[in-house]
T-cell receptor, first 113, second 112 residues
């Protein structure tokens, strides 16, 4: 069954702790993306990667880090430097081209207490 | 940089009424894509339009791409409660191989 998985669905952390969100895809897509969505808001791009071992900052990369060691995986770390980390985090993947359709995972809702 | 604007931001309709959301780009687009996000869910791809003036239909949904390829619209006929959600348009960047630029979305509420 092809698709994108994100885990966990809900995550709670104490302020000051780093937390890593998982994103895995078996669609054989080259490109992967991380978005942040706040209540009632649109999608804001955090990081993206178009090929293994390479990634680029999006519009709101400060306080976040990523790695792309495998084609299938693109984990996102929310660091303690991120001032307001509570949000809904969406991972997506697509073919390498910028015009390609993006397929989204179910998302992780992070709450920092 | 390139901007993709959507209006309205919110729309509340009675069930059975029609609904339209509009998407405008600051630059000419090679294509436009539409996505739907149900409340609590994730965006799901609906359709892609490529040709100038293109019109595509999916049951009660009609998608149009403007003649100048700078604007698009999504029209829903006789809305149902299942249409509730946020509709996003997205277009490729005007230059470079960077990701799709998403509009902020139009949130549709349907009152039964």
């Amino acid at each position: 069954d092809g698709g994108i998985t994100q885990s966990p669905k809900y995550l709670f952390r104490k302020e000051g702790q780093n937390v890593t969100l998982s994103c895995e895809q078996n669609l054989n897509h080259d490109a992967m993306y991380w978005y942040r969505q706040d209540p009632g808001q649109g999608l804001r791009l955090i990081y993206y990667s178009q090929i293994v071992n390479d990634f680029q900052k999006g519009d709101i990369a400060e306080g976040y880090s990523v790695s792309r060691e495998k084609k299938e995986s693109f984990p996102l770390t929310v660091t303690s430097a991120q001032k307001n980390p509570t949000a809904f985090y969406l991972c997506a993947s697509s073919g390498r081209g910028s015009t390609d359709t993006q397929y989204f995972g179910p998302g992780t809702r992070l709450t920092v207490l | 940089g390139q901007q993709v604007m959507q209006i309205p931001q919110y729309q509340h309709v009675q069930e059975g009424e029609d609904f339209t959301t509009y998407c405008n780009s600051s630059t000419t687009l090679s294509n436009i894509q539409w996505y739907k996000q149900r409340p609590g869910g994730h965006p799901v791809f609906l359709i892609q339009l490529v040709k100038s003036g293109e019109v595509k239909k999916q049951k009660r949904l009609t998608f149009q791409f403007g003649e100048a390829k700078k604007n698009s619209s999504l029209h829903i006929t006789a809305t149902q409660t299942t249409d509730v959600g946020t509709y996003f348009c997205a277009g490729p960047p005007s230059s470079g191989n960077t990701p799709l630029v998403f509009g902020k979305g139009t949130r549709l509420s349907v009152i039964a």
